[in-house]
């Protein structure tokens, strides 16, 4: 059997005859030990993760299949979803300018767009109903409210005293007037001037004794324009009656428009 010495005080190794065995690092089993515990540590961890990863995955991928139009995470900066209702009212855009369209339905045309009603200020009024059979007036001035229709040597011109006339249908058009006088003649424009004459019953003479009544912007008031000159509408100038055509200003719409005043014959 080997002879079995036994082991002197680490303290004194070299004086008892005893060298140690240095083939080998001190502690290496138990380092080996530590080492393997940790690798597995580790191996157990990194699994651990994949498998609770994966598990999110297919539950995600669940979710995203089972509602994919419903909406994404909401937060305090999301907008609602909810379309903003204008308040009720005028809108602060211009008028000219179209806000809104009305929806179209299938199948149809659209509307036509409303015309806009017409007035002097840009242009000359729509017809006035129709006069009646016999009534005696007196023309007034509505920009000299002081002054009347007179015939004066055979012309019509203002005058502060009235004339009467009496308002009849007209000759060329009864849904306008004739104006005829107290001693049968019948006021009619030539070369543009009214004047008082008698009815030689031409096609001529009762297209120019006949006008056709317009709305003005004055209250109660009239504008008249010529059946044969359309366009052209009886005015004062110099206090003289006559026929010209229609101009864009505050000063022929006040000189183009008249009351018809009740009037004795």
Request: charged content about 20%; some cysteine; hydrophobic content about 30%.
């Amino acid at each position: 059997m080997p002879d079995n010495k036994p082991r002197p005080a680490e303290d004194q190794p070299w004086e008892n005859g005893w060298t140690p065995d240095t083939s080998r690092a001190p502690g290496t089993r138990r380092l080996w030990l530590a080492g393997t515990m940790a690798v597995a540590t580790v191996v157990a961890c990194v699994t651990a993760i994949a498998v609770t990863d994966k598990a999110a995955d297919d539950r995600s991928g669940a979710g995203a299949a089972a509602n994919t139009t419903g909406p994404g995470l909401i937060s305090f900066a999301t907008p609602s979803e909810t379309e903003a209702v204008p308040p009720k009212g005028k809108s602060a855009l211009p008028t000219e300018r179209a806000t809104t369209t009305e929806p179209r339905q299938h199948g149809t045309s659209p509307s036509p767009a409303a015309e806009p009603s017409k007035s002097p200020s840009t242009e000359p009024g729509s017809p006035t109903p129709k006069p009646p059979a016999v009534n005696w007036k007196s023309v007034r001035s509505v920009n000299y409210p002081d002054r009347y229709w007179q015939v004066s040597g055979s012309y019509v011109k203002l005058a502060p005293t009235a004339s009467a006339f009496k308002l009849v249908k007209g000759l060329a058009d009864t849904s306008c007037y004739s104006f005829a006088t107290t001693d049968g003649a019948y006021l009619r424009h030539r070369e543009f001037l009214l004047r008082a004459d008698r009815n030689d019953g031409s096609s001529l003479f009762k297209k120019d004794a006949t006008f056709c009544p317009r709305t003005s912007p004055h209250s109660g008031a009239t504008m008249l324009e010529s059946v044969n000159y359309p366009g052209r509408y009886l005015r004062h100038q110099n206090f003289q009656i006559r026929l010209d055509p229609y101009q864009h200003s505050e000063l022929f719409i006040s000189d183009s428009t008249f009351w018809l005043v009740d009037g004795a014959a």
